[in-house]
């Protein structure tokens, strides 16, 4: 069974601090998708990543997938306030047959 | 429509009653997810359709769950005699083929059930 583990489960920052949020996984992912989930919303995909090793910036957000495609990370720069929510990875398994979803970061950032 | 839409948005219902929730996909998107959030935590996978064939059911709770799709379209997910723990958030996503890892989500359905 694949599973996607995130870490951390919550994070409560101060405006302008910087984070990174983690999504590890002992199986390999042909890509791995970040969304990010705001109260009374469904998710709203951020990135993929395909490539081992690529790096993907939005602007202040900076995401990473490992070289052996079974990690990745998200790393938010000088957050702010519209950054809470909750975020979540996904990958693609490598039959391309179904997603699995992590359980979640909470975000929240404190003006 | 230009995203996923699902209806109703919020649904109450008594304990025992059947409900049936309904995801109108992104036009064009083959591939459709039907998932469920319960308060404050993340996705459970329910059902995947491929068209109108359902590959993997294996996150169907119990077999008071079911889910159709209709022309490749459409799609209704039905629970007989709800309980208590059904409420939750029931999700609904579409995706292309060739990109099954992006999916487009819609509101969501918050079911309770009293």
């Known amino acids: 069974t694949q599973l996607l583990e995130q870490s951390p489960q919550f994070l409560s920052i101060q405006e302008g601090e910087n984070l990174t949020v983690y999504c590890n996984s002992s199986s390999v992912f042909s890509s791995l998708q970040w969304y990010r989930q705001e109260p009374g919303e469904g998710p709203v995909l951020l990135v993929t990543?395909?490539?081992?090793?690529e790096v993907k910036k939005l602007k202040r957000l900076t995401f990473q997938f490992g070289d052996a495609r079974k990690d990745s990370s998200l790393h938010i720069t000088a957050a702010q306030p519209g950054d809470t929510g909750l975020y979540l990875c996904?990958?693609?398994?490598?039959?391309?047959?179904?997603?699995?979803f992590g359980a979640g970061t909470r975000l929240f950032v404190k003006a | 429509g230009a995203g996923v839409s699902q209806s109703p948005s919020n649904k109450v219902t008594e304990k025992g009653k059947d409900v049936e929730l309904r995801c109108d996909p992104i036009?064009?998107?083959?591939?459709l997810y039907w998932y469920r959030q319960s308060l404050g935590q993340g996705l459970e996978f329910l059902i995947y359709f491929q068209g109108n064939s359902a590959p993997d059911k294996s996150g169907l709770p119990s077999d008071r769950f079911s889910a159709e799709r209709t022309g490749g379209s459409v799609s209704t997910l039905t629970i007989q005699r709800t309980q208590q723990e059904d409420s939750a958030v029931y999700l609904c996503a579409s995706s292309r083929r060739e990109r099954l890892g992006e999916q487009y989500f819609g509101p969501g359905t918050r079911l309770t059930v009293t």
């Open positions: 996904a990958g693609e398994n490598t039959g391309g047959f179904k997603t699995i």
């Open positions: 990543v395909v490539t081992g090793g």
């Open positions: 036009s064009g998107h083959t591939a």
